[in-house]
């Protein structure tokens, strides 16, 4: 079959870009004045790049990944790629596959310098080896990456499922207070009220949670609320649309022989860590460093034990008791806010927290601890 759509290049806004548009010279980089204009890449560059690696071997990559997500498969008539933002890895580009009876969306996740580069087959991997971990997925699908050379230098892409009508969501001020605001497509920011928001905040628990390796301790990590790591559509359904790495958060725990309660502890300082991170955004997403509210404690605690609760019913103890939720709880219950105190000041140390992270940690880690242990208390 012969791969021959009509391929066009826009920005948000549906606003076309061609080579005769002012826009195909513009800095990738959305910096002027540099001075080593010739060899930065333009967008018009980073559309070529595209357009080569979407139809290259007759678009066999990009008819796969229709196949895959189309209800009903069909040749492929048009792609409209768009490039929607430029984040702190890779520039995103959405790409809307027409057939005759269907439209597919995809995101083509590209980088043209470090540390994207070098990130780009290794989240392609991590994404298809969690592929089947959860049943439902919270993670888009991948379909394949490649790094090659152009003109301007090296550049890698990978192709994957785009969660269609799923936004992110960044904490804003509201006077004195802070509220959450999803950002839609149209550019606008909607405002949302805290008991929906503490919602969103449970689900992301539970997502993380659920990809959590309960037998040895392996996470997803790192992950930031602040770089978007993490999206919802208007049912406050969340995804996970990045992967940057799995890994054991403390070698700690290997010390401890007790096959259980290494378990366990590995288990707390998993929620540990969540209960911090799950604090920490910034304002309207690039903007000054933000502690979000107790509430989000709340949310956290919600998020996880629901996932323990699912996970327990899927291995079927004989006894309620020896289940992990109950195992878990009884388990942390034994430790007071100073003993969690003591366990979070290790984890600011071994993990990668940036400075002022931690100092805004440290600031408010004393009433953190407090509300974790009321938190847990109650249940």
């Known amino acids: ?8 290049f826009h920005m ?13 010279d513009m800095p990738l980089s959305g910096k002027t004045g540099t001075e080593n204009s010739r060899a930065e890449w333009t967008i ?6 595209a357009h080569t690696f979407l139809t290259r071997d007759q678009g066999e990559m990009v008819c796969h990944a229709v196949s895959c997500l189309a209800p009903e498969p069909g040749p492929i008539h048009a792609l409209n790629v768009c490039l929607e933002k430029h984040g702190a890895f890779y520039h995103p580009l959405k790409i809307t596959a027409v057939t005759g009876s269907a439209t597919v969306f995809l995101v083509l996740n590209g980088a043209v310098r470090d540390p994207g580069l070098t990130l780009i087959e290794t989240e392609c991997r991590l994404l298809a080896d969690l592929a089947d971990r959860v049943e439902p997925a919270w993670i888009p699908r991948v379909f394949g990456a490649k790094t090659f050379v152009e003109k301007k230098g090296r550049i890698g892409f990978f192709l994957g499922q785009w969660f269609d009508r799923f936004c992110e969501f960044h904490i804003t001020r509201t006077g004195k207070d802070y509220q959450v605001a999803i950002w839609k497509d149209d550019g606008t920011h909607e405002p949302v009220p805290w008991h929906r928001a503490e919602k969103i905040y449970e689900q992301i628990a539970c997502v993380l949670t659920d990809y959590y390796e309960k037998d040895t301790g392996l996470e ?8 978007g790591d993490f999206v919802v559509n208007s049912h406050d359904e969340v995804r996970l649309i990045t992967v940057r790495g799995i890994g054991q958060l403390t070698e700690t725990a290997s010390d401890i022989c007790d096959v259980r309660v290494r378990q366990l502890f590995c288990l707390l300082l998993y929620f540990l860590n969540l209960t911090l991170c ?15 509210p107790d509430r989000v404690v709340d949310a956290a605690v919600k ?4 996932s323990l609760k699912m996970y327990d019913q899927k291995n079927t103890p004989l006894v309620e008791s020896d289940g992990l939720t109950a195992r878990f709880l009884e388990f ?4 007071d806010s100073a003993q969690l105190h003591d366990m979070l000041i290790h984890l600011l140390e071994d993990r990668h927290f940036t400075a002022g992270e931690v100092q805004l940690i440290r600031k408010h880690l004393d009433a953190h ?8 208390s109650a249940l």
């Not at 799950?278 to 979000?292: E, F, I, K, P, Y």
């Not at 998020?303 to 629901?306: A, C, D, E, H």
């Not at 942390?332 to 430790?335: D, L, P």
């Open 220 to 227: 997803i990590f790192p992950w930031h609320l602040a770089a």
């Open 12 to 24: 948000p806004g549906q606003i076309p870009v061609t080579s005769e548009s002012g826009l195909w």
């Open 44 to 49: 018009g560059d980073y559309f070529e790049a």
């Open 278 to 292: 799950m604090r920490l955004d910034r304002v309207d997403g690039t903007g000054s460093l933000a502690w979000l």
């Open 369 to 376: 601890c407090e509300r974790i242990q009321k938190t847990v």
């Open 332 to 335: 942390v219950k034994r430790f």
């Open 1 to 8: 079959m012969i791969f021959d759509p009509e391929i066009t």
């Open 303 to 306: 998020g996880m034990i629901r």
